[in-house]
Every structure is written in C-alpha cells, then in structure tokens.
C-alpha cells in the first residue's frame, strides 16, 4: 500500500500512520485479509571486513532486542555514513566487532537517528570506534526501562572510542551511556540536551578524556562516572541538569547533580566480575580496574538546575569495610564556575570522608579551597550568570576566563583551539 501524509488522503490502496494517536488509516477492506504494519525485523547486517553503508535510509523495521538492529555491521573496518534512520521498532543500529577482533577501525558519520523504540546507537566489541556528527533523537519512544539497554548511544566492552560533534538531545532515556569494560573514551564537542534521564554517564569505564561538551536540561545528573577509573574534564558546561522526575517511580531524583561520581561494590574489577570483556585477560591490558582514582575538571561550567548538589563524589562500596577518603579518589578540581541562582542546592559540592558513611560538604567555593581545591576558581550565587545561550554572563566572564587554566596542547589539538587559550565552558 502508498503512504500518504494525511487521513484524508487515504483512499484505496492508501494509508496514513497517525503517529500522534498510534493509529493507523487504511482506505482497502481489511476483510479476510491479514494486516501486517511490517513484514521484516532487520534489513542488511555487513558480514565482511570493510563493508560501507553509504546515503541509505531505513524507515518502520521491526527488531527486537535481541537482533541487536534494523542494520548492523558486525565485521572491522566498516563504515555507515550519510544515513538515516526513523521509526525503528527497538535498536536502530548495531555496531560490533569481529569475535576476539582488536581495533576493528569502525566509523558511523553523519548519520540521523530518529524515534528509536529503545536504543538508538549499540556499539560492542568495536574497538577504536569512531562515531562522528550523529543526531539522534526520540529514543525509547516505546518508554522501555532506563536499564539495562536505552539510550541514544550505549558502548559496551571494548577498547578506545571517539563520540564527536554530535547532537544526543530529546531522548526518552540517557543520552550517552559507556558500560561493562570501556576503556580510552574520548568524548568532545558533543551536545546533550533535554534528554529524559541522565545526560552521560560513564559506568564499569576507564580513562576518559571528556572535552568541550554542551551537557543541559537532563532530567536527573548530567555527568554520571559510576565506578570507573577516572575522568579527565575540561571545558564542559553543566548546567539546568536535574530538574526531572522519574517517570517509572523507581529512583529518587532529588538527589540530582549537574557531576556526580560514585563507588559502588562492582569495584575493583575481579577476574570473575560480571561486566568483563572477555576477549581481554585479566588484569584488564589498559589497567583499567573500576576504582576510581583520577577526578580532574579544569574550566568547567556548572550550576542552576540540581536538587541536592552541584558536584558529589561519594563512595557506596561497603565490600572493603571502609570509605575511601576524596584523596584516594584522585579529586583534583580548579579553575570552574558555579552559580546557584537562588542559592541552592545549599551543597555546592561533597566528597567521601575516610572511613566514614557520610561526606565532606563544601557549602561555598571558599570551603573548596580549604581542603586544597578551587584556587582559582569562581562562584556566583543569587544571581544569574549564565545566559540563555549558556555562555557566562558577561559581567563575571573576563575576570572568569582570566582564572582559566591554560589549554594544554592534546587537549587544544583535540578541540581544534589554540594552544594555551583561557576560556571558561564550552565553545559555540
């Protein structure tokens, strides 16, 4: 049958979707006839090295989740770009690497991803994936649980991975989720915006370098690192995250952050843990472990939207008998922003206090600095300094960039700015 773009376009032969009621028109007697709105689950999976999916769309086919997606690539050196993809009933795509394969080199660029039933990018076993200028909105459309599967992005199990210039936004889920065994994350100059749950979150991960992101209006934190080995930030605005609520009535979202990291009993890594990558020995070749050992933001941008506070570290592992103290944690924090508008959250920011269940509270920028942190950094409260466009105000903006630390040169390499650049945020 045709597809028209209106109920009163049907007529025989034709039919409308009716995407806003979930119904269906069709202007052909149904009578003694089955009625199938799709007849396939899956359209092409690439079983060879170097395959390329080029300036395709894809619309209406109906996975489920153990398909892995509508279209795969599941070989190295494979390429999808220029494609579109809407209405996929579960994984849009898959993305996976050969059985025991290292560096499989894969590309997905410039691809659009719309309306996803649960998740709308799945990458496993794809190492050295590179995933450039996506846009993926409406995923889990069909309201699947948070966990363990839904997101614009999910990365399981691999080694090395670049998210770039992307616009993760709009989701019914996280936006950018790394889980079970991802180590060399790389992650710059991305958007993530008005998605349902958490903005990113980086979980049983290692070694991320998280650059020059737009993070904004997430329902609950903005950046979650939940028993990995570390993050390097620089640059990132944080801002409006945390003001949702869970629409399963499961979690508590008062306890929201725009940065949060967390221990939990998943770390360390065993050989027997659940989450290992299994093509890998163990220890893990890249010494990734699952503890937490490096927290590192420099020119961060943060504030205005979480309940409880700003930026926490807190240590939930009670396998090894004992809270960790913020200094084995490898907190290291200078040079960010913050503005709580109305004064609160009243916690700009918490760590783990040694042996002890409960945690160190920094009510102001000046508590920060009475532990070691913050030298340089700024903050502003009962006013609004951050602009609609989510740069600084400009009254705070010179003296804030002024207090900036100078960009490194990997990290100015990476985001395209000149070497030793003080600049407070991300740019746009």
Known sequence: MLQVNSKAGVTSGKFFMDQGNDAIYIGSDPGGKQVNVTDLQTTITGLAVGVKFLGLGFRRFAPSQPHLGAVKHLRSNCVMENCWFEDISCVAVGMQGS??????????????????????LGVTAADGIVINRVNISGSNIDHFNYAPSTGAIKITRLRGCTVSESTLSDNFCKGLWTDESVSNVVVHTN??????????????????????????????????????????????????????????????????RDMNGVSDNRSPMTSTSVGLDTRQTFPHPDGMTWTMRKFYMRNNVLGKGAK?????????????????????????????????????P?????????????????????DSRGIGFEANGTEVNGVNAINTDFTIAAT??????????????????LISQPVGTLHAGCWR
Not at 356 to 366: D, E, P, R
């Open 191 to 256: 958007d993530v915006q008005r998605n349902e749950q958490r903005g990113v979150t980086f979980e049983l991960s290692g070694f991320v370098t998280f650059v020059n992101n737009l993070v904004t209006d997430n329902g609950y934190n903005g950046v979650d690192l939940i028993s990995s080995d570390g993050i390097t930030m620089w640059n990132n605005t944080l801002v409006n995250n945390g003001a949702g609520s869970d629409r399963f009535g499961v979690q508590n979202w008062s306890d929201s």
């Open 396 to 413: 705070y903006l010179a003296s804030t960039n002024a207090k900036s630390q100078a960009l490194p040169s990997d990290i100015a390499a």
């Open 346 to 366: 009243t916690w700009m920011s918490f760590m783990p206090r040694a042996g002890s269940t409960g945690v160190l509270v920094q009510f102001s920028i000046a």
């Open 308 to 344: 409880q506070v700003v930026l926490g570290v807190e240590d939930y592992n009670t396998s090894t008998g004992t809270a960790r103290a913020y200094t084995a944690f490898g907190v290291d924090w200078n040079s960010n922003f913050y503005n709580r508008p109305a004064g609160t």
């Open 99 to 120: 059985s025991g394969g290292i560096g499989s080199g894969q590309i997905v660029r410039n691809v659009t991803i719309k309306r996803s039933g649960s998740l709308g």
